[in-house]
């Protein structure tokens, strides 16, 4: 087996920034994506969200392309939740997302940071960068 260390912060929102993800069925999604991190061999540092977007914190290793992961959670749990029929709807995403790449020394703050995302957004103490999910026209190093 190949030795890495790779570490990133995820982030996507519900679709048209639905409040979907209220405590019931932020666990369901929760155990949707540890269930198909697993089978992804995936290591979930952390997860945390708001009512209309999630955070993640995962090491995904270098056999699977991020775009690939992503394609697989955000999937996963919009199958999931929509045959379970809890909601009067079509539980969806947003199509994209957000990602960035850090070093391990990083790891406590991030971990934190996502572990707080409800009071981050209540307190307006949020870190923009950690919040972005499309590339603006500016593209992503500001240049």
């Known amino acids: 087996m190949s030795y890495w260390r790779l570490y990133y912060h995820l982030v996507w929102a519900t679709y048209q920034r639905t409040p ?5 069925l932020e666990k369901l999604v929760y155990g949707v994506l540890l269930n198909k991190a ?3 061999s995936l290591i979930i540092h952390q997860i945390g969200n708001t009512d209309d977007h999630i955070h993640v914190i995962a090491s995904i290793p270098p056999k699977i392309s991020i775009a690939e992961c992503m394609r697989q959670l955000k999937g996963a749990a919009s199958h999931y939740v929509n045959e379970q029929g809890v909601l009067n709807g079509q539980f969806g995403w947003q199509d994209g997302y957000g990602v960035i790449s850090f070093g391990e020394r990083s790891m406590p703050t991030l971990v934190a940071y996502v572990k707080n ?3 981050h957004h209540a307190q307006g103490s949020v870190i923009a960068l950690y919040e972005r999910m499309a590339q603006e026209a500016d593209g992503p190093t500001g240049m």
Not at 20 to 24: A, E, R, V
């Open 20 to 24: 979907w993800l209220t405590s019931p």
């Open 117 to 119: 995302q409800r009071i």
């Open 38 to 40: 697993s089978e992804l």
